[in-house]
């Protein structure tokens, strides 16, 4: 999968893809992820994106000229299954989201800033408009890094078995169970007996039961879902 971010702060995403399993992905040749500068593309003088906002109001909106020209310049190179505007007035990044955009090929991401971008962009470019949740960042690079991450350890072949995705809260539609590891007694505290009865079915179950009580008691919308 290829994923090209269109960005004022491209610095800003420099790390979160360069660690752990999303630089594995990356070694491996399963996730390619590009950062734009939004500012290269502009023909405004003094490298101008933003701009005051028609009808009055406090706030800049990025001006639809840099956005139109950075989006073309990437769809010249070559077909994108999704142009993503991260906003949070877009629909609320799930794991299904997440689940159905690690299928794609090329993705776009335009992270924005200010008061968001130019709603023509929105009209006539994006195809879809995603939200990580209902509180307002001060720009869209953190929610595209949490996409991105998220996307991107779903890849067929970057997580292993020790990592698998299969057991994730969510991924079933409920939370994960708890988890332990040494040592079984840890200042009088014990892990659960059933753990070390070395019956993996009645493991299976146990895990089963505990991530039903834990969606119950913290989350039980999901289970009507
Ligand atoms: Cl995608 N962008 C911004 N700026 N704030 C957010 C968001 C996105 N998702 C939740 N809050």
């Not at 360069?18 to 023909?43: F, Q």
């Not at 933003?50 to 190179?77: C, R, S, T």
């Not at 090929?105 to 008061?115: A, M, P, Q, T």
Request: with cysteine; net charge negative; hydrophobic share 35%.
């Amino acid at each position: 999968m290829r994923i090209d971010i269109i960005t004022v702060l491209p610095e800003l995403l420099e790390s979160p893809f360069s660690h752990s399993i999303m630089k594995r992905a990356k070694d491996k040749g399963l996730l390619e992820v590009y950062t734009h500068n939004l500012r290269d593309y502009t023909p405004y003088k003094q490298a101008q994106v933003d701009d005051y906002q028609f009808g009055g109001g406090a706030g800049m909106v990025m001006m639809p000229e840099p956005l139109a020209l950075a989006i073309e310049h990437l769809q010249n190179e070559r077909k994108y299954d999704e142009v993503i505007y991260m906003t949070p007035d877009g629909q609320l990044f799930e794991q299904k989201t997440a689940n159905s955009l690690s299928m794609k090929e090329n993705l776009i991401i335009i992270c924005g800033h200010y008061k968001g971008i130019d709603d023509r962009i929105r009209e006539h470019f994006v195809t879809m408009e995603i939200s990580i949740g209902d509180y307002v960042l001060s720009g869209g690079e953190l929610a595209a890094a949490v996409v991105v991450d998220t996307v991107g350890r779903l890849l067929p072949g970057v997580l292993n078995d020790e990592t698998s995705a299969l057991f994730d809260s969510f991924q079933d539609g409920m939370l994960a169970p708890p988890v332990y590891t040494r040592p079984a007694d840890f200042r009088g505290w014990k892990i659960p007996d059933i753990l070390l009865c070395g019956d993996p079915k009645k493991i299976d179950d146990w895990r089963y039961e505990q991530s039903l009580k834990r969606t119950e008691q913290r989350r039980p919308g999901l289970l009507d879902e």
